[in-house]
């Protein structure tokens, strides 16, 4: 009597099985587990967990923007961290990509990184055309400041002399006045903790794209984006304009639409376990954000999510076909 009651149960529980709605599962790629980024993204997954019905997710430790383009071009992760500029270069097969281009799309943009042009006050340099020949600092070695900073000062015709360094290094140079300044990520709209550290020792002044500048960087180069801080980065620093590159999220170009659609709109709708894992993201409009700094096209979900909250989708983020 027992065995065939524990045979019924498990034709039962067999049957249940097969009748359930099959688990859609996402592996997201963050970055080390010891960036701050990764904190969000675990945030983000807690996210899907419990607010999508039907998906299952999880976050995998991975060497961060390049490494997670390279893993959604392999089919092995489906939604990932990516910087904006890089995911430009490897959507349109420019610079490293160029032999083999990244199809992906775009979800949202979770924070902005602006580059600030940080100087010394008595270096006497007041504006972007006259860092010719004077010593500065580009960004650290190997970081996507430098190599931006290198860019964005090609494209406008500037030549500093440029000095590398790791953060250390250079913020103590300027601190003694070896070198004129430098190129810095700022923390959303202020200035982040190193610069602050220099202000101590010596005035400092942050120099701003002018107009003309800013129009050049919009029309020739579409990687980055053209930001207005406002005043009050530091105590005395008015007003100014940049360049910055966001930090998103790029989904596989074949993840479903209305999987893409569920996971913007649980995130645009759950900010606070981000916030509290980022507190950059505190008080952050990310729709509008995505839309300002974005630079690839939408994915057809992400887009739908905006376009239901009454926001104007740019031409240069219509889903692709």
Request: glycine residues 8%; proline residues 5%.
């Amino acid at each position: 009597m027992k065995t065939l009651f524990t045979a019924v149960a498990a034709s039962a529980a067999l049957l249940a099985a097969a009748s359930a709605p099959a688990q859609e599962r996402l592996l997201i790629g963050s970055t080390s587990s010891s960036s701050s980024h990764y904190g969000y993204f675990v945030a983000v997954n807690q996210i899907i967990n419990s607010e999508l019905e039907g998906v299952s997710s999880s976050v995998a430790e991975t060497g961060a923007t390049v490494d997670n383009l390279r893993r959604l071009s392999r089919d092995q992760m489906d939604m990932g961290l990516v910087t904006t500029n890089t995911g430009y270069h490897a959507y349109a097969g420019q610079g490293d990509f160029e032999e083999r281009p990244v199809d992906t799309r775009l979800l949202w943009v979770y924070t902005v990184a602006p580059q600030n042009v940080v100087m010394r006050e008595d270096a006497g340099v007041e504006s972007m055309e006259e860092l010719d020949g004077v010593r500065l600092n580009p960004g650290i070695t190997g970081s996507a400041t430098e190599s931006t900073t290198e860019a964005v000062m090609k494209t406008l015709g500037i030549t500093p002399d440029y000095v590398r360094g790791s953060t250390t290094d250079v913020v103590d140079s300027i601190k003694d006045g070896r070198i004129a300044g430098y190129v810095k990520s700022g923390v959303g709209n202020r200035l982040d903790g190193s610069t602050m550290d220099i202000a101590t020792f010596t005035p400092i002044n942050v120099l701003s794209l002018s107009d003309e500048q800013a129009d050049t960087l919009r029309s020739e180069m579409p990687d980055i984006a053209v930001v207005d801080i406002p005043e009050g980065a530091a105590d005395g620093i008015p007003a100014f304009t940049t360049w910055a590159f966001g930090v998103a999220v790029h989904a596989h170009p074949d993840m479903d639409e209305e999987t893409a659609y569920q996971i913007v709109k649980a995130v645009m709708e759950n900010p606070e376990p981000q916030a509290n894992a980022f507190s950059a993201i505190k008080d952050a409009d990310m729709a509008q954000m995505t839309l300002d700094v974005g630079t690839v096209p939408l994915h057809a979900g992400a887009a739908r999510y905006f376009e239901e909250q009454g926001m104007e989708i740019p031409d240069a983020l219509q889903p692709a076909e």
